[in-house]
């Protein structure tokens, strides 16, 4: 297995428990963790900087879960007040979107943005954030790591606008492609994205 295989292996591992987690399911921490090692072992090597880092955001992945988990068994907050629908029109945002890559709508229906694959991008970084008040700030909700790979990845959308960052790396940790998606929700999400000169 070579040093590019075992990455790939330990990145689908760590998706893997994220599926796994947005399925509503507990991932095996053991089992995974296993996994992992297991995938340094094939390669020949012995545990090396990939392979904690790998099992590092394995661990972030279980104790975003675990987090999750305790607030769901919380007793449920006391309803919100609810916002007349004339009022909920001035938090319309048109959905704008900069950078130097093209990102689209994946085609097929569903949530999803697509971009052509980069040659020298070695892995992928998506931030979620999202703004629940007009005159606030986005504050990231998610980060998710995607290998190089990988051309498309599902918005999670709602009633607040979500931005979406996404930034191609290479191997050096340079950033080499990047796009900036705001104003997303699920009202909007079929509107036309006004573009924007550059990403800021």
Known sequence: MTGD???????????????????????????????IRAATKRAGATASSEEQRALQQLERVLTVHRARARVTREPAPP????????????????????????????????????????ARVAAWEVRFSERSDPRGDYSVSETRELPAEATSVDVPLGEH?????????GRDGRLLSRAIISGLTA?????????????S
């Open 5 to 35: 295989e075992v990455t790939r292996a330990y990145a689908a591992i760590v998706n893997e428990a994220r599926a796994q987690v947005a399925a509503g399911r507990d991932p095996n921490a053991q089992a995974l963790a296993a996994r």
């Open 161 to 169: 606008p979500v931005r979406v960052h996404l930034l191609g790396r």
């Open 79 to 118: 309803p919100m007040r609810v916002v007349p629908a004339p009022n909920r029109r001035v938090l319309r945002t048109r959905p704008t979107i900069s950078g130097n890559m093209d990102v689209r709508r994946k085609k097929g229906g569903g949530t999803a943005l697509a971009w052509e694959r980069v």
């Open 187 to 199: 009202e909007t999400w079929s509107e036309k994205w006004q573009r924007r000169a550059t990403a």
